[in-house]
């Protein structure tokens, strides 16, 4: 899984693909524990070209063809469709030529629905219509960005057509204790470009602006948070790291040396208060909230006690944004949230809120991603193999009790029930006799998300 490395790093900047250890540790423990070979499955290499400005894909051609080789390796037979055209977007793009060369077949959006089902359908955004005329039942794993109420989820809570849907986003926790990766490893990958762009953001505004190096403050100390700050070493001549989460502070007094700040330049805070704002040249919103709405952690009176021409970058904008102020509407789809926030600091402030930001490098983007994800889609491939399709797989992971566990907790489980425990702890809606239901405490708690779902499920 991803280290806390830079997002350029050398030998994705030439184009190869890094080694991904994960992985290789993943298939290795398969074949020790490699019966009869199972069933041949069906893998759904899907497109977000139909969300607005998206520009990555899940898995790149190279990613797909180790897949095959490594499947193959425990015994596993794969087929694999690509939605034509779903990497046309990167710059330069993954032509559906490089993934014919990988062994896939690439088949038009609008023939997808009279094919074969599929046992694993992977894409890196949240549904769009599409899937929901899709065969099935199939698991789909990848961002589902529920705060923003995406349509393709609400379809396919009306057709039924899957076993569970997994949010890329929330899959991870347990295995990261056995590998010393990510907690939440697909979402990490992603995170740290957002990090490192709203770092660029608030350097390249301020600069932009005259103002000199001043108070710059980050609110969430983890792999986003840590990126941003890795680009604001020359304009935050001092740092203010607001992180609730002990284990976390502590680990932040090891890494902030490491991004080149000396120790009477930063202080690490639980809280954030009045205080905090003034003066502050720029702040960066980098605290996560798995599939709720985004915490709200301050307001927009808080907001302007900073200089004027201040920036402001949010990370948590695809959540619903992280400002408090009078127009705000939990309801609001990101886009909506997005530009009220605009309007709200323009002419005193810059906001800087994309629902996409790593879609700016989108073929390392794209790289960063498949790496994240390529272990747990083949898990499930290798499951949906052995186990006689998705249902089953589905049933198997939601008879696990979702557990996030502690920094400090032993994880007494080997790598391959460590990732299960991952993949349960990133289903948040199945469908179980039939009906849609919701499997996820974080949706079930929040009465908008939750009504929403159950709208759409009706």
């Not at 995170?191 to 490192?196: E, H, K, P, T």
Request: net charge negative; hydrophobic share 40%.
């Amino acid at each position: 899984m991803a280290q806390d490395t830079s997002t350029r790093s050398a030998s994705s900047e030439t184009g190869s693909h890094p080694t991904i250890p994960v992985q290789d540790q993943l298939i290795a423990a398969l074949n020790e524990g490699a019966g009869e070979p199972g069933q041949p499955v069906r893998l759904l290499l899907g497109t977000d070209q139909f969300i607005r400005h998206e520009r990555r894909v899940a898995l790149t051609p190279e990613q797909v063809q180790r897949l095959y080789r490594d499947l193959a390796s425990v015994g596993v037979e794969v087929d694999t469709t690509v939605a034509s055209k779903a990497g046309a977007r990167a710059e330069p793009p993954f032509t559906d030529q490089q993934y014919e060369d990988a062994g896939a077949r690439i088949v038009p959006v609008d023939e997808l629905v009279r094919q074969a089902p599929f046992d694993v359908v992977h894409s890196l955004k949240e549904p769009t219509e599409y899937e929901a005329t899709l065969p099935g039942p199939f698991l789909r794993i990848g961002a589902l960005h529920l705060p923003s109420y995406p349509e393709g989820v609400c379809s396919m809570l009306r057709s039924r057509n899957f076993a569970a849907i997994l949010d890329g986003a929330v899959v991870g926790n347990c295995s990261y204790h056995l590998s010393g990766g990510d907690r939440t490893p697909i979402v990490a990958s992603m995170s740290r470009f957002a990090g490192a762009v709203s770092g660029r953001r608030v350097t390249e505004g301020t600069l932009a602006r005259g103002l000199k190096p001043g108070k710059v403050v980050v609110v969430g100390g983890g792999v986003a948070g840590r990126a941003a700050i890795g680009e604001m070493r020359d304009q935050a001549a001092r740092l203010i790291v607001i992180e609730p989460w002990e284990p976390m502070r502590r680990k932040l007094e090891t890494k902030l040396p490491a991004l080149g700040f000396d120790r009477d330049r930063y202080e690490i805070r639980e809280n954030l208060d009045d205080k905090v704002f003034v003066d502050a040249i720029g702040i960066v919103f980098a605290h996560r909230t798995a599939a709720r709405a985004a915490e709200k952690v301050c307001d927009e009176t808080q907001i302007r006690r900073m200089t004027r021409g201040a920036v402001i970058a949010d990370i948590a904008i695809d959540q619903g944004g992280s400002i408090r102020h009078e127009g705000y509407d939990e309801a609001d789809p990101a886009d909506v949230a997005r530009r009220k926030y605009i309007e709200l600091f323009a002419g005193d402030y810059f906001y800087y809120g994309e629902v996409n930001m790593p879609r700016e490098e989108p073929r390392l983007a794209s790289i960063h991603h498949g790496m994240a994800s390529l272990p747990y889609i083949t898990l499930l491939l290798s499951r949906c193999a052995r186990l006689g399709g998705p249902r089953s797989v589905a049933s198997r992971l939601l008879e696990m009790t979702p557990k996030i566990h502690g920094p400090d907790e032993p994880v007494q489980l080997d790598l391959v029930s460590a990732m299960e425990q991952d993949l349960r702890n990133g289903i948040l809606l199945a469908v179980v006799d039939g009906d849609a239901v919701i499997t996820d405490a974080d949706v079930e708690s929040d009465p908008v998300l939750r009504d929403w779902v159950q709208s759409c499920a009706s």
